[in-house]
């Protein structure tokens, strides 16, 4: 295999030959046209290059600005739990004593959807009284300030898990579990921005509370739009844009008398939310989504850039995954753990087959 370096100096090389031909084409054609009248005597020769030059050109448009761009799509099921009558709202999951090593490695973004409820600094928010209201008039206000507290969460996690100066980190795992091998990029000017989530218009509620600050590609703006059962955020750069969107999904009332591992796993760690152990009658299970798509520019798509942009998306999906993921929670309460990282693995192989396609 070539190694990158050598193919992108052959890259630059092609192209600075490539121009130099052409400045010596444009000369010669110049004087031997003005040496010679601009006789039809040339016109051969003269038609044969500016054809080659039309098809180089028709194949370059047609490459950069007319072909489809580039995309890339997926979406992950988030487990949350909701009591209308207090206004609680947790994950069903918690890391303990007894968890291996590899699994720790494992729902790192159910376990901060936990932490951060007990954060200081938002313990006063008028949100909390909100989602104890249990009014037909308020359902779509609290699925608002559900979806937006989970939007804190992810981009929490991006900046301390996936941001973009991470984007050399190889996500592997051994035959026993996870590991990682990292290798941090510095900051510069040209590769990265930092921007405050909390100066964003219709900024997230929570994000003014406790502010964040995303680091992003190189030219990156970010607008936010919230709607009805969803919030968007597109994320826009010098060669490609994201969206991201979290939504809201159907749940229905948590029945903790299913005798299945599942349920009673679920409801073991519900219990802990409650005095005495006691679960409400209408505690709600629901399973928001968080989706992210990527398109690149189709002028800049071959760029370095662009290139990175793919692989820190890429990256993002596979620790989502793992760290969100309702599907490979369900299987690690359902199977045990060892069902659970093969189910990563089969994502895993399937996201990085996807990738090279």
Known sequence: ?????????????????????????????????????????????????????????????????????????FKVSVPVMWDPATGK????????????????????????????????????????GRLANRTTNDLRTVSSDRLSYLEYVFLAWVEQSVNWLKLNEEIQYSHNGYGAGAS??????????????????????????????????????????????????KIRTNTGEYEIRFQDSTGGVFDPNISTVLTQKMAEFAREHFPGGILPTRLWADYPVISINYRSFSSSQFSKQAK?????????????????????????YSFGYHASLQLYREHFAKTRESKTN
């Open 1 to 73: 295999m070539i190694p990158s370096t050598v193919r992108r100096n052959g890259g630059k090389m092609t192209v600075w030959i490539f121009l130099v031909l052409l400045a010596i084409f444009t000369v010669v054609a110049i004087w031997i046209s003005y040496k010679n009248d601009f006789s039809g005597e040339i016109e051969n020769i003269l038609f044969t290059a500016i054809g080659a030059i039309a098809v180089a050109t028709y194949f370059m448009i047609s490459t950069f600005l007319v072909a489809p761009q580039k995309e890339y799509s």
């Open 308 to 332: 990175g942009e793919f692989e820190w998306l890429h990256k993002i999906h596979i620790q989502l995954y793992k760290d969100f993921s309702w599907d490979l929670l369900r299987e690690y």
């Open 89 to 128: 709202i947790f994950s069903p999951y918690r890391k303990t004593i007894g968890n291996l090593p590899e699994e720790t490695a494992m729902f790192r973004g159910l376990d901060e959807y936990n932490s951060r409820l007990h954060y200081d600094v938002l313990q006063n928010m008028d949100v909390w």
């Open 184 to 233: 941090i990029l510095e900051a510069t000017p040209q590769r990265a921005i930092r921007i405050r989530l909390d100066s964003l218009q219709s900024a997230n509620q929570f994000i003014l509370q406790d502010p964040l600050l995303l680091t992003v590609p190189s030219g990156g703006r970010i607008e936010r739009k919230a709607d009805a059962g969803s919030i968007t955020l």
